[in-house]
């Protein structure tokens, strides 16, 4: 009989703790433009900066402004807007992401 409590109190246990760090890590769920961009050049072997130009030319802006565009993304890690719908036209979800290879299960298993 106290066998079974143990178990039981364990399993419940196991259910908080489970709750809890689902809640804790729902935020990284979200991927957002700036992983949805690094995630587009992983999957189609380009860089960073070769995705902005793509972009800038599809949305017939200057290199100057695609520049200036960059450089503040490096310094603010600030996705322009232009860009942002260019990653999330282009993205699709079953890239071969680092994220994907590394942690199939979806979440990283750092706690």
Known sequence: M???A???GLALA??????LLEKRLAPLDDVGDGRRLSDLAFASGRSVYDIFH???AAWNFSREKVEDD?????Q???VPHYVGTYARRHWQTD?????????SGGRPPYL
Not at 14 to 19: E, H, L, Q, R
Not at 70 to 74: D, V
Not at 95 to 103: G, K, P, S
């Open 95 to 103: 890239d071969r992401t680092y994220q994907a290879l590394l942690f």
């Open 6 to 8: 143990i178990f039981i």
């Open 14 to 19: 196991y259910a908080i703790v489970k709750i």
């Open 76 to 78: 603010r890690d600030e």
């Open 2 to 4: 106290i066998n079974a």
């Open 70 to 74: 960059f450089k503040r993304y490096l």
């Open 54 to 56: 793509a972009a800038g």
